[in-house]
């Protein structure tokens, strides 16, 4: 077993439950953080992120499983003993307190001498780039300016782990967007490991080496952005990173590195790299990217290319996504990069228009479950 500050990861979750009542609110979690990681936890409302959370911190304990932080088992130890510090949902601020007072609170019980509280309390500010705002009163500061002060409080205390829930909750997209960054930033500066709670995919992918994908209590996958986007593991983490079309095949024969799929909402077979899992029978879904997909007006040579009808076009400037409908029915999302300078005329195609779709057997995505 590690010793304190030994090598191993910084947080180890071991089979980690928690009930209320009978409802199990977080269910069987096993899970290792490292040390300077930007972890991020992913999921819906109600699936568990803020139990987890509070569990680190110490304000829960685990029905059942263990944790770990640097090696040292939690159990019965209080959140003010543990080298952890959370920012709430709501980040509540003083009111009446001033910028830097806010920050310096939590300094106040660690024996530190005002002088060296004072100087902390500079370097958190000048961090998040408060410094000309330190007399101000939280009602004197914009969103954004808001919630960086909650950070610095938070890291006054050079936590070891940083637990920051819907840090950015509060904020507008754009804020956000720029907030985004500028954590991201801090962390890299203090290195302190942080642990991200978000409803919001996109801000996970942005932000964090990597992510946890967590659904009913469970976790249902763990990787970097990359692996989770273009390697999902299950249907479900397929459809809550991004948009994706999924079809409903059964494989019809395996050669080599290519396995058949016949896939009816397309009316026809697809070619899929082949994978252990798949024989002859297997039934399986097919997820495919909408950025995987090529659209174009004459039939493309090479496998996996069907016909169909331009249902819906919507133009953003820098793509466009259509809605390709197919014999069966079925409406195919594609997404398509607007990389040249076009009139409305010379675009791929049009509403109504007879488009073929086409798309690589390697961006085909076979899942079981
Ligand atoms: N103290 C409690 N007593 C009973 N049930 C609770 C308690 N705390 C949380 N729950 C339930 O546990 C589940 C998980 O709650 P949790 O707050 O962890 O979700 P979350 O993933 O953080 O959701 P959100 O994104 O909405 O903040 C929810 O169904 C919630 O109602
Ligand atoms: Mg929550």
């Not at 191993?8 to 089979?15: A, D, Q, S, T, V």
């Not at 959140?79 to 307190?97: C, G, I, T, W």
Request: hydrophobic fraction near 40%.
């Amino acid at each position: 077993m590690p010793s304190e500050g030994g090598a191993g990861p910084l947080i180890r979750i071991e089979n980690v439950s928690k009930s209320f009542g009978t409802f199990k609110a977080v269910d069987d979690v096993s899970l290792n953080i490292e040390k300077g990681e930007l972890f991020a936890l992913l999921g819906g409302s109600g699936c568990g992120k803020t139990t987890l959370l509070r569990m680190l911190a110490g304000f829960e304990a685990p029905t059942a499983g263990k944790i770990f932080i640097d090696g040292q088992d939690m159990a019965g130890i209080p959140p003010y003993d543990r080298p952890v510090n959370m920012m709430f949902q709501s980040y509540a601020l003083f009111p009446h307190m001033s910028v830097e007072k806010n920050v310096g609170y939590g300094l106040k019980h660690d024996g530190m001498t005002s002088a060296q509280r004072t100087d902390r309390v500079k370097q958190m500010l000048d961090l998040v780039k408060l410094t000309d705002f330190a007399g101000r009163k939280p009602h004197q500061l914009s969103g954004g300016q808001r919630q960086r002060v909650a950070l610095a409080r938070a890291l006054a205390k050079q936590p070891k782990l940083l637990l920051l829930d819907e840090p950015l909750g509060a904020l507008d997209k754009k804020l956000r967007e720029h907030t985004q960054f500028e954590i991201m930033s801090i962390q890299e500066k203090t290195g302190i490991t942080f642990v991200v709670v978000t409803h919001d995919q996109e801000e996970a992918m942005t932000l964090a080496s990597r992510i946890a994908v967590m659904d009913h209590g469970k976790i249902k996958q763990v990787g970097t952005p990359t692996d989770i986007y273009e390697y999902p593991n299950s249907t479900f983490v397929a459809g809550f990173i991004g948009s994706i079309n999924m079809f409903d095949g059964e494989v019809t024969k395996t050669s080599g590195d290519v396995a058949t799929v016949q896939i009816a909402q397309l009316g026809g077979p697809i070619m899929v790299p082949a994978a252990d899992s798949l024989s002859a029978g297997t039934k399986i879904s097919i997820a495919v990217r909408p950025e995987k997909i090529t659209i174009s007006r004459s039939r493309p040579k090479g496998p996996n290319s069907f016909s169909g009808t331009v249902k819906d076009l919507g133009y953003f400037g820098k793509d466009s996504l259509y809605r390709v409908k197919m014999p069966s029915g079925t409406l195919v999302m594609v997404n398509s990069v607007n990389a040249r300078r076009a009139a409305e005329s010379e675009r791929v195609a049009q509403w109504e228009d007879d488009v073929w779709i086409s798309f690589d057997p390697q961006s085909a995505i076979a899942l079981k479950g």
